[in-house]
């Protein structure tokens, strides 16, 4: 099973800033199968990005997805009000299907 | 976009029995033509991929925390997806939900969640 760890477990900034969540994997992740979700309070997930860097429709180009390998970044280029909150990245090329246990984004 | 919406959950006692329902609406995508798949978020946790079943429902998948208990399928006539739960645990307890996607597919469609509460 390949482990995703992100980090880090909080990240506290203002609107306007740059937002940079890190996820690594234990494995190489096979053809970029590497996904980011928002979740917001009470809401199911939102897919942000997914082959590592395409994203989701309807996501705004605020929000940038790089890396390859074993190592992943989401950058939020400068941070809305609305963008403050759970990101989780996926892998989803190998089975088991797997998630990171999450970074929360809050405001400082 | 299709929109998936979850029904079954609630509470239920430890070792009894739960079927949840997906039910597809909206329909934008050939439903039978897609892996679908349940995820669960246990209070204050992360996602977790219980289950999927692919789009013909030939193949299935089981994580090792449900495996023997937890049944998938779908109805492809009604753009429907089921998970019978049996023998449940208070590991159980958890909102789960259905969402388009699984091995090799992004999770790119997803319900707004059903609970399930075990508890006596």
């Known amino acids: 099973e390949i482990v995703l760890t992100q980090s880090p477990g909080t990240l506290s900034l203002s609107p306007g800033e740059r937002a940079t969540l890190s996820c690594r994997a234990s494995?190489?992740?096979?053809?970029?199968?590497l996904a980011w979700y928002q979740q917001k309070p009470g809401q199911a997930p939102r897919l942000l990005i997914y082959g590592a860097f395409s994203r989701a429709t309807g996501i705004p180009d605020r929000f940038s997805g790089s890396g390859s390998g074993t190592d992943f970044t989401l950058t939020i280029s400068r941070l809305e009000p609305e963008d403050f909150a759970e990101y989780y990245c996926q892998q989803y090329g190998r089975s088991p299907v797997t998630f990171g246990q999450g970074t929360k984004l809050d405001i400082k | 976009e299709a929109q998936l919406l979850e029904s079954g959950g609630g509470l239920v006692q430890p070792g009894g029995s739960l079927r949840l329902s997906c039910a597809a609406s909206g329909v934008t995508f050939t439903f039978s033509s897609y892996t679908m798949s349940w995820v669960r978020q246990a209070p204050g946790k992360g996602l977790e991929r219980v289950s999927g079943?692919?789009?013909?429902?030939?193949?299935?998948y089981y994580a090792d925390s449900v495996k023997g208990r937890f049944t998938i399928s779908r109805d492809n006539s009604k753009n429907t997806l089921y998970l019978q739960m049996n023998s449940l645990t208070a590991d159980d307890t958890a909102v789960y939900y259905c969402?388009?996607?699984?091995?090799?597919?992004?999770?790119?469609?997803w319900g707004q969640g059903t609970l399930v509460t075990v508890s006596s």
């Open positions: 969402a388009k996607g699984g091995t090799m597919y992004p999770f790119d469609n």
């Open positions: 494995q190489s992740v096979s053809s970029s199968s």
């Open positions: 079943i692919t789009g013909s429902g030939g193949n299935t």
